[in-house]
């Protein structure tokens, strides 16, 4: 079994900063991709940004030039930071994690989710 634990939310003003951080732990062979995802009252889960084990990321075009994620794959850990907040910015964040586990038959990969962590953005 794996758990992800997401950690770094909060409230914050219009224009500053939050760095959330997403732990993984359990029976982990290898993780491919990590990421982070967001849902808004009333709205779909939405992409946020999502980094292979290579380095190579995404983003959604609204927070292009805002987010940066990042992971340390040493310790299975992936970070999204934040700059220039805005109220639309608001929701809860849950990191995502496709991860490896070995049993003698071989790899087993599977989804994992976070519980989730709120952020919210005052104007």
């Known amino acids: 079994q794996v758990q992800l634990a997401e950690s770094g939310g909060g409230l914050v003003q219009a224009g500053g900063s939050l760095r959330l951080s997403c732990v993984a732990s359990g029976s982990i062979f290898s993780i491919n991709t990590m990421g982070w995802y967001r849902q808004a009252p009333g709205l779909q889960r939405e992409l946020v940004a999502s980094?292979?084990?290579?380095?190579?990321?995404n983003y959604a075009d609204s927070v292009k030039g805002r987010f940066t994620i990042s992971r340390d794959n040493a310790k299975n850990t992936v970070y999204l930071q934040m700059n220039s907040l805005k109220p639309e910015d608001t929701a809860v964040y849950s990191c995502n994690a496709l991860v490896g586990t070995a049993y003698s038959s071989g790899i087993e990969w599977q989804n994992y989710w976070g519980q989730g962590t709120r952020v919210t953005v005052s104007s």
């Open positions: 980094t292979m084990r290579g380095g190579s990321t």
